[in-house]
């Protein structure tokens, strides 16, 4: 299988920015859809963006309009571009497939200051 590293969270305040990675150890052309999940304390995993092999994106409503998510290919590594930042976004992101597969990663958090 193929397994995805997740980085890029950390500390930012409210209308900031982040970019986070996630780096496949194999070519991510065999999985049919790479998307980004989150889990804030106390809630349930929702997913906030997916990338198919074409390229074709969703993003949840939660989200739209400042979450971007994007691949390359020839780096093995699919990206979310973060803007606007808010505290409810304050979680733990990991990426994965979809449908999700139980080989998660240890996620990266992103905590957001008000």
């Known amino acids: 299988h193929v397994r995805l590293v997740e980085s890029g969270g950390g500390l930012v305040q409210a209308g900031g920015s982040l970019r986070l990675s996630c780096l496949a150890s194999?070519?991510?052309?065999?999985?049919?859809?790479i998307a980004w999940y989150r889990q804030a304390p106390g809630k349930q995993r929702e997913m906030v963006a997916r990338?198919?092999?074409?390229?074709?994106?969703n993003t949840a409503d939660s989200v739209k309009g400042r979450f971007t998510i994007s691949k390359d290919n020839a780096r093995n590594t699919v990206y979310l571009q973060m803007y606007s930042l808010k505290p409810e976004d304050t979680a733990v992101y990991y990426c994965?497939?979809?449908?999700?597969?139980?080989?998660w990663g240890q996620g990266t958090q992103v905590a957001v200051s008000s």
């Open positions: 990338i198919t092999i074409a390229g074709a994106t």
């Open positions: 994965n497939t979809d449908p999700w597969s139980n080989h």
């Open positions: 194999g070519n991510m052309l065999s999985a049919n859809t």
